[in-house]
Structures are given as structure tokens and as C-alpha cells.
């Protein structure tokens, strides 16, 4: 009995070895509760992924599959995220805007997203070995803005972006104007030093733990 438990929990904690690929594709309306089409991202993906947005994070929906969407999607998907303000607030922000995507296990050199900007607009992608952009940073160069000639549509070409820079990242800082700037297709490959074991994994390792304290006290009676 305590070596078949033993053995359930030692591959449960094990490290997932899979990338991380978040497409949004979660993001329609029917998951927001303002009916605003635009969803605040935050938590949303922090405990099946590892992964946190801060700041001006928001999921959208294309048009192909809502009447609020204003891109196209690459894939003919639906949902992507975007660096904008408050929809509440009913107006775009004068201000320039930022977000920050945390990623709890890190990630590595080669990692990658797919974007589109608005034309013309002045924005950047910084990579950080720290959570919240502190920590090394390196600036992302090379970036382009959309083409779109697509009467009532901001976005329609989409960009990959390689992530390249020395060690383990744990943070991605955007920044730009107000609903100038989209991410979709967000892969992370697995940093090496500091990998999460898979949520699965660690349920299996707390139901291992409960078992095994139930043989137990079966014993002691």
C-alpha cells in the first residue's frame, strides 16, 4: 500500500513538460458579465497555466464570431488580448497603456506570440528575467505595425514574434496607446531551472496524502 502511494505521488509531482500555449479562445461574450464584448484577463489563466496578466490586459472576440469584435483573427478563431483601457470608462485613454504577463515557472529563450498593431502606432515588447518587469530587461526590436485595408477593421495581419534573450524570463511587459496593440497564440516554452508541477498533479498529490493518512488511522484502530 505506501509503495503504491509513494509511487502516485512521486508522478504527480512531476514537473509538466509540455509548453504552455494560451489562444484565448475562451473569450467570447457569453462570459462577460458588462456585455462590453472586452473581458478583464488578470487571474484568468494563473492556476491551469502559471500565467498572470496585470495592467491593461483584456480578452476580446473577433467578428467572425461576435457582433463587438473589430480584427480578424489569424486562425479563424475567436479570442485574443488586448492592451487597452477600461471599456467602462467609454472613451480610449489618452495615456499610453501597459501589461504585464507574469509566468510563475518561467520560461525560456525561443519562446513566442503572435501580434498585430494598429499603423503607425509607437509601441514595444520587453522581456524580463524578474516578475512585473523588474529584474534585466530586453527589448524586443524589429517590430512592425498592420497593414489593414479593410474597411472597419483595425487588425487584420498578424506578426510572429520570437522571444530571444540570455537565461530564464519570467515577465513580459507591452506597452503602447489604448487598443493599439493585440497578442494571440502566447507559447511559452518551459524554463528548465524552475518548472510547475500540472494542476492535475498536484491533486492527485494532495488525494495521495489523504489516502495515505486514512491507511493510517485504519491501523492505529
Known amino acids: 500500500m505506501k509503495t503504491l502511494l509513494a509511487l502516485a505521488l512521486t508522478a504527480a509531482l512531476q514537473p509538466a513538460v509540455a509548453d504552455t500555449v494560451l489562444n484565448f479562445e475562451d473569450i467570447t461574450t457569453a462570459v462577460d458579465p458588462d456585455g462590453l464584448g472586452m473581458v478583464k484577463l488578470l487571474d484568468r489563466y494563473l492556476l491551469s497555466n502559471g500565467v498572470q496578466f496585470v495592467g491593461d490586459a483584456w480578452g476580446v472576440a473577433s467578428f467572425a464570431c461576435d457582433a463587438f469584435g473589430s480584427f480578424v483573427a489569424h486562425d479563424g478563431g475567436c479570442g485574443a488580448a488586448q492592451l487597452a483601457g477600461d471599456p467602462r470608462d467609454g472613451s480610449t485613454t489618452p495615456t499610453p497603456l501597459s501589461l504585464t504577463i507574469n509566468v510563475a515557472g518561467g520560461f525560456s529563450t525561443g519562446s ?49 514574434l520570437s522571444l530571444q534573450f540570455v537565461g530564464t524570463a519570467y515577465s513580459i511587459v507591452i506597452k503602447g496607446s489604448d487598443e493599439s496593440v493585440m497578442l494571440d497564440d502566447l507559447k511559452l516554452i518551459q524554463a528548465n531551472g524552475n518548472p510547475l508541477p500540472e494542476p492535475g498533479g498536484v491533486a492527485l498529490a494532495f488525494g495521495g496524502l489523504t489516502a495515505l493518512a486514512m491507511a493510517r488511522r485504519s491501523r492505529k484502530r
Open 112 to 160: 513566442s506570440l503572435l501580434y498585430s498593431a494598429l499603423k503607425g502606432t509607437v509601441f514595444s515588447i520587453d522581456v524580463f528575467d524578474g516578475l512585473n518587469g523588474t529584474g534585466h530587461g530586453t527589448a524586443v526590436g524589429g517590430l512592425t505595425t498592420s497593414q489593414c485595408g479593410m474597411s472597419g477593421v483595425s487588425f487584420c495581419d498578424w506578426t510572429e
